[in-house]
């Protein structure tokens, strides 16, 4: 349960881990019955566990939980093709360099989103489908605070230098 924001390379889960985390993915969408009900379960659960990150959004809950649900079906729909994959992260960490993506805050998101899953799947959610659901989301998290810690003053100083 690494969080690795030193590096950014590719991720390569063993095919069958794939698999599982890709259909845990498929019943949590078809247990909540739609995707805005996944997401408002999302939303409700990372932000109860976190209330302090509420006040990094400013976005209405109803389209904040469709953008998680939609983020991570682009990691999920990736995960089996790893150089998709790292674009997809890479592509999403540039897309939160606006907010302030900590380790621990990655953290409390995954160990947010594993409970959800367990609680909703139960013993669908092998530990096999939860190994891989806690590499992936550590992966992009930390991968997340890397492209923030790399790119954000470049493309400040891009922005400040182009408005002389």
Request: glycine letters at 10%; a negative charge; one cysteine or more.
């Given at each position: 349960k690494i969080v690795n924001d030193e590096v950014?390379?590719?991720?390569?889960?063993?095919?069958?881990?794939?698999?599982?985390v890709q259909e845990v993915?498929?019943?949590?969408?078809?247990?909540?019955g739609s995707r805005s009900?996944?997401?408002?379960?999302l939303y409700a659960v990372i932000f109860d566990a976190a209330p302090s990150m509420q006040s990094l959004l400013r976005t209405?809950?109803?389209?904040?939980?469709?953008?998680?649900?939609?983020?991570?079906n682009s990691l999920i729909s990736a995960l089996a093709d790893p150089?998709?994959?790292?674009?997809?992260v890479e592509t999403l960490g540039f897309q939160h360099l606006d907010l302030e993506v900590t380790i621990p805050r990655v953290i409390i998101f995954r160990n947010a989103l594993v409970d959800?899953?367990?609680v909703e799947l139960g013993s669908r959610f092998t530990p096999r489908a939860q190994e891989g659901w806690n590499t992936?989301?550590?992966?992009?998290?930390g991968s997340y605070v890397y492209v923030r810690s790399k790119f954000a003053g470049h493309l400040n100083l891009l922005s400040t230098s182009w408005a002389i």
């Open positions: 950014f390379e590719e991720l390569h889960l063993p095919p069958g881990m794939v698999e599982e993915w498929r019943f949590f969408l078809s247990n909540c009900a996944a997401g408002e379960a209405p809950r109803a389209v904040m939980g469709m953008r998680m649900v939609n983020g991570l150089t998709a994959l790292k674009v997809v959800l899953l367990q992936l989301l550590n992966y992009a998290g």
